[in-house]
């Protein structure tokens, strides 16, 4: 059964493995760097993980090879602008206009997807880009690529989402990893900023 994979393993991106879960996926898998998302991906949403500094060649073929080369039938960044990149030649053109003020969004999450999702696939991007991107549109067109992105309908998923959660059929709450008291928000801004303490999300209270 060909996997969701889902880009990116922070507060959004593990709502989306939550989601593919209740969409009826029969295999969904994690794909980050840092170990303590990919922890909580595998222990709190039962998905596979994929290391993208670990592995052998780019995240693109490495899911094509675990689909037997078909490629993933749905693809979700939940990264966006905030991707970030092997030390390859890309990587070092962005990083060298970012210094000179000149730099596009970095879409490599989104440039994995369309070359791993098979043809006739669906990506989902609830990633935020606000800038131009360089994609590799040529193959998302000759794969006749569906894509699905933009804000949250809240009118729309809001009522029936709370239903779910009052019912017990999904628990969010183990995506917080930290409460303070609202005086520390500068603090907890700069420890979630930073990765530090395992942290992925904060609540803040009054």
């Known amino acids: 059964m060909s996997p969701r994979p889902v880009w990116g393993c922070g507060p959004v991106g593990q709502f989306a493995i939550q989601s593919a879960w209740m969409m009826g996926a029969g295999r969904v898998i994690a794909i980050d760097r840092e170990p303590e998302r990919l922890r909580m991906a595998k222990e709190n949403s039962k998905a596979e993980v994929v290391n993208f500094e670990e592995i052998d060649g780019p995240v693109h073929k490495h899911l094509i090879d675990m689909t037997d080369g078909r490629g993933p039938d749905r693809c979700i ?46 990506i989902s991007v609830p990633g935020v880009y606000a800038k131009t991107l360089t ?55 700069e ?3 930073d990765k530090k303490d395992d942290c992925i999300k904060v609540v803040l209270k009054p």
């Open 77 to 122: 960044d939940a990264v966006g602008a905030e991707a970030h990149a092997a030390n390859d030649a890309k990587a070092l053109v962005d990083q060298a206009a970012q210094a000179v003020h000149l730099q596009s969004d970095r879409g490599y999450a989104l440039q994995q997807a369309i070359m791993a999702c098979r043809k006739g696939g669906t």
């Open 135 to 189: 994609l590799p549109f040529g193959a998302a067109m000759n794969k006749g690529i569906t894509f699905k992105m933009g804000q949250t309908h809240v009118q729309r998923y809001l009522e029936p989402l709370m239903k779910k959660i009052q019912d017990g059929d999904i628990d969010p709450s183990f995506i917080i990893t930290h409460t303070a008291p609202l005086d520390d928000a500068p603090e907890m801004y």
């Open 191 to 193: 420890t979630f900023r």
